[in-house]
Every structure is written in structure tokens, then in C-alpha cells.
């Protein structure tokens, strides 16, 4: 059974902090995704990684920034966090050639206050 | 116009209705079309994928593809309680390494007892 695991379900983080929000996925997939999901606005992409040490922008890259130093770990990094970066964050993953087989963290609520 | 339209409901039927869930889309490169389920603080999950236009059933759902009409659909025979999540269509060009998945906002479903 794949397993995409966010390890922080629930953060309050002050305007101006460093966030890191961490995934780790354990079925030796090559592509990782962050997404943020807000209502009205419905699923973004913020960034995607098909291999260790790549990265591609998304839809809204911008206020963040990504880390892939091992297969299994993609990190977000909320440098300077912001109020408009409250949100829920979606981590997911899929094989190199599977678009179709995405598969989704349970999700890290941010609130920045 | 958007590339993906989605009634964002909210809709509420009694147990055992049958469900028609929709989603229209302009890109007619799409190829790849999933439906995914998504209950509350949780992340979505994939629930059907299609492959250009046809029908797909499984169990009691049912995905409905038309590309002439650009119109996608996913049916739930005899609903219970337990479907009562948002549902998000999601659609893409390729089904390979191409990351870029195109969601609808997802549509409110109850289910009521």
C-alpha cells in the first residue's frame, strides 16, 4: 500500500518564520509534488520534482522554495511565511511514467498568524 | 473560460440515489481523465482513472468520458453515507512524464441516512 506521509498535520507559524513542511513517500517513486488547496481556488501546483536534486516550478512558486536530497524526502520551504501562505498543503508522488497513479499525503494545515 | 469546470454543489441526496457528478473542460488535448475523493481533512484519493472517451465501471461507480462534447462524468449507484466527500476530476495531456495534472475545484457531495 503506498504511503505519502507528512509528518506535520497541524502548524501555527508566526509571519516572517522559516516553515519547512516535510514528506516522505515509501514506495521508490521518481516524481513528488507539492500542491497547496484552498476553497474557491481548488488544487495549485507549486512545485515538482522528477529525480533527487531536480525541481520545476509550478503554478504558484512563488514565497517558496523545495528540497530533494534523497528519493523518498521532498521538502517545502516557506522562507519568509506569510498570511496568504495559510492554506493545506498536499504532498504527493507517482512513478517517473504513471501520471495517472498520483497518490496524496493527508495534508499539513498551516495557519500563519 | 476556464480549463476545468466543476459544479461546486453543494449537493445532498438520501441513501441510495444515484449519483451524477460533471465536469466540462476547453483543452481538447486532454487525454487523461481521473476522478479522485476527498473527505474532510483528508487528501484526495484516486478513485477511477479513463483513458480518452468511454465508460469505466467499478463496483458502483461508473466514469464516463466524451471528448466531442468535452465532458467528462463519474456515476454512484446506490449511494451510501460513506460517499459523502468532495470530488475533483483532474485531467492531463500525457500519461507519462508530464507532470501537469489540470483539477477542477471539486463538487460537495452528501449523502444523507
Known amino acids: 500500500d503506498v504511503k505519502v506521509t507528512q509528518s506535520s498535520r497541524y502548524l501555527v507559524k508566526r509571519t516572517g518564520e522559516k516553515v519547512f513542511l516535510e514528506c516522505v513517500q515509501d514506495m521508490d517513486h521518481e516524481n513528488m509534488f507539492w500542491y497547496r488547496q484552498d476553497p474557491g481556488l481548488g488544487l495549485r501546483l507549486i512545485y515538482f520534482?522528477?529525480?533527487?536534486?531536480?525541481?520545476e516550478k509550478g503554478d504558484i512558486p512563488e514565497g517558496y522554495s523545495v528540497s530533494r536530497e534523497k528519493k523518498e524526502r521532498f521538502s517545502l520551504i516557506l522562507e519568509s511565511a506569510s498570511t496568504n501562505q495559510t492554506s493545506m498543503y498536499l504532498c504527493?508522488?507517482?512513478?517517473?511514467?504513471?501520471?495517472?497513479?498520483?497518490?496524496f499525503g493527508e495534508g499539513s494545515w498551516l495557519t500563519v498568524v | 473560460q476556464k480549463e476545468v469546470e466543476q459544479d461546486p454543489g453543494p449537493l445532498s441526496v438520501p441513501e441510495g440515489a444515484i449519483v451524477s457528478l460533471n465536469c466540462t473542460y476547453s483543452?481538447?488535448?486532454?487525454?487523461?481523465f481521473m476522478w479522485y475523493r476527498q473527505y474532510s481533512r483528508k487528501g484526495p484519493e484516486l478513485l477511477m482513472y479513463?483513458?480518452?472517451?468511454g465508460n469505466k465501471e467499478d463496483g458502483r461507480f461508473t466514469a464516463q468520458v466524451d471528448k466531442s462534447s468535452k465532458y467528462i462524468s463519474l456515476f454512484i449507484r446506490d449511494s451510501q453515507p460513506s460517499d459523502s466527500a468532495t470530488y475533483l476530476c483532474a485531467m492531463s495531456q500525457t500519461g507519462g512524464s508530464n507532470y501537469k495534472l489540470t483539477f477542477g475545484k471539486g463538487t460537495l457531495l452528501t449523502v444523507n441516512p
Open positions: 479513463t483513458y480518452s472517451s
Open positions: 483543452n481538447s488535448a486532454f487525454q487523461y
Open positions: 504527493a508522488s507517482s512513478l517517473l511514467e504513471s501520471l495517472n497513479t498520483i497518490y
Open positions: 520534482s522528477y529525480d533527487v536534486k531536480m525541481k
